[in-house]
C-alpha cells in the first residue's frame, strides 16, 4: 500500500479505517487482495443502497454501454435522460401525490445542496437559512455553513455567513422546547422584515450520530414554514431512496417539502448523480443560470431507472425494508441489554439503525475488531459514540444475521480489551 501513502494526500480517511486494498465486491460483500471476504454495512456511505454490482441493473448497464449509446451528455436531452424522468414521475413522483420539477445538478449531494440554497434564497429575495445541530449537507462553502460541526468549519479560512442554527429535536430532554424558540424567533425576525429564505434539515442526521426527528416534530416544523412562507428544504441525499423504509425519508410524517435534495443512492449503482426536486412556482431559474458540466451522467440515469422499475413499482421493497429494519432493531436491543458496558441506546429505523455508546471512542474500538473479523461498518455521531449500521437495502436475513453475530463479538471483544 506504499503507493497511497507516497502519493495520496493525507486528506484520506476510509481507508485509515479499512486498511487493505479491495479488488472485488458482489452484493453484500467485499473482497480485498488477499482473498478476505467483509459484509458490508457501510454501503459506500449510502450511495450503494442496491448492493454492489446489483444483476438486475449490470445487465441494463452493460446492454446500454453495448449499443454504442450517450454516455455523457451536459444537460442535453437523451433517450436514457427521458426514460428516468417518466419513470420517475410514474412510479415515485405521483403514487405519492408530489408535484416537482426536477433539477439535475453537479453530480454528488453537496451540489445538490447548494443548488437548493441558492434557489431558495433566489426564490424568495432573502438571505438567512435555518439549519440544525449536528446537520450534514457537504463541503463545499453554501453546505458546509448549514453544517454546523467545527471540525469542518474551523479550516475554512473564510466566514460562513447568513445561518442560523437551532437545536435537532431532543429525545432525551424532559422538555424540548426547541420549536417554541425557533417559532418566537422567526416572529421576531419578520416583524423586523428579516425573514428567512428557508430551513434546511435531514429527518434522520446520518452523520450527526442517527437521530430521528419524531413524526410530531417534523409536522410541526413543517406547519411554521409553511405558515410563514420560510420554503422548507429536506436534504434525503444519504437517508432517501429507501433508507428509512419508504423512498422519501419524509413520507412517514406526511409533509410535502418546498425542495428536495437527492444523490447517493439515486443512480443505485455507485455512478454519481444529484438532483434537486421543486415545488414549480419557485422554479424561477434563467437558463444556465446554474451549471455544471456532469449534470448528464446518462449511465447513471440508465440504472437508477433500471433501480425504479426493478424495486419501486409496488409498496413490497419498502416493506421489506421495515422487516428487515425489524430483524436489526431486535438484534440490537439483545446486545445493548447483554453488554452494558456499553451504555447502550438505539437509535434509528428502518436499514439506517446503530448504538450511541457513553465510552468515547468505544464505538470506533467495535468498528476496529469488526473489521478484523469481516465486517465494515464506519462510527458515526459528534464524537464517533455511535456505531452506525447501515447494511444493503436488499441484504438477505441470513447475511444480515451473520453481520450481526460478527457485531455481536465484536463488542465483546472490544469491551474485555
Keep these: 500500500m506504499s503507493v497511497f501513502t507516497r502519493l495520496e494526500s493525507q486528506v484520506r480517511s476510509y481507508c485509515r479505517l479499512f486498511p487493505t486494498i479491495f479488488t472485488k465486491a458482489v452484493g453484500d460483500k467485499l473482497i480485498d487482495e488477499n482473498g478476505n471476504i467483509y459484509i458490508d454495512f457501510l454501503s459506500g456511505a449510502g450511495a450503494l443502497n442496491y448492493g454492489h454490482n446489483n ?23 437523451t433517450s436514457a435522460k427521458q426514460q428516468f424522468l417518466e419513470k420517475f414521475e410514474e412510479f415515485i413522483l405521483k403514487p405519492r401525490e408530489l408535484d416537482y420539477k426536477v433539477m439535475f445538478t453537479g453530480p454528488t449531494g453537496t451540489n445538490s445542496a447548494e443548488a437548493a ?48 442554527t437551532f437545536p435537532f429535536e431532543d429525545k432525551n430532554a424532559t422538555t424540548d422546547n426547541g420549536l417554541d424558540k425557533l417559532e418566537k424567533l422567526l416572529d421576531d425576525l419578520i416583524s423586523n422584515q428579516d425573514k428567512p429564505a428557508a430551513i434546511i434539515l435531514e429527518t434522520v442526521q446520518s452523520e450527526g450520530g442517527i437521530n430521528v426527528a419524531s413524526v410530531s416534530w417534523l409536522k410541526r416544523l413543517a406547519q411554521i414554514a409553511q405558515q410563514r412562507e420560510i420554503l422548507l428544504i429536506v436534504d434525503d441525499i444519504k437517508v432517501g431512496c429507501g433508507r428509512t423504509g419508504p423512498f422519501f425519508s419524509f413520507e412517514r410524517a406526511g409533509i410535502k417539502p418546498d425542495i428536495v435534495c437527492l444523490a447517493k443512492s439515486l443512480s443505485a449503482y455507485g455512478n454519481p448523480m444529484a438532483v434537486v426536486l421543486i415545488r414549480p412556482d419557485i422554479d424561477c431559474w434563467k437558463p444556465g443560470e446554474h451549471s455544471g458540466t456532469f449534470r448528464g451522467n446518462n449511465l447513471a440515469f440508465v440504472t437508477a431507472t433500471a433501480a425504479i422499475e426493478e424495486y419501486w413499482q409496488t409498496d413490497a421493497f419498502a416493506q421489506e425494508i421495515a422487516d428487515k429494519g425489524e430483524v436489526m ?12 458496558e456499553l451504555g447502550g441506546e438505539h437509535r434509528g429505523l428502518g436499514l439506517i439503525q446503530g448504538i450511541a455508546c457513553q465510552q468515547t471512542g468505544l464505538a470506533k474500538k467495535v468498528s476496529q475488531e469488526a ?27 441470513d447475511t444480515l444475521n451473520q453481520g450481526l453475530d460478527i457485531l455481536d463479538k465484536s463488542i465483546a471483544a472490544a469491551i474485555s480489551n
Design 117 to 164: 440554497l441558492k434557489l431558495a434564497r433566489k426564490a424568495t429575495g432573502r438571505k438567512t437559512v435555518i439549519c440544525f445541530t449536528k446537520g450534514y449537507h457537504g463541503h463545499t462553502l453554501g453546505a458546509l455553513a448549514v453544517t454546523p460541526n467545527p471540525a469542518y468549519q474551523k479550516d475554512v479560512g473564510v466566514n460562513l455567513d447568513n445561518v442560523l
Design 329 to 340: 432493531q431486535k438484534r440490537l436491543q439483545e446486545m445493548i441489554a447483554k453488554y452494558p
Design 55 to 77: 444483476p438486475k441493473l449490470k445487465k441494463r448497464l452493460l446492454e446500454y454501454i453495448e449499443s454504442d449509446a450517450i454516455t455523457h451528455s451536459l444537460d442535453m436531452f
Design 371 to 397: 473489521f478484523q473479523r469481516g465486517l465494515i461498518f464506519e462510527p458515526m455521531g459528534v464524537n464517533k459514540e455511535v456505531i452506525n449500521l447501515q447494511s444493503t437495502l436488499t441484504i438477505d436475513i
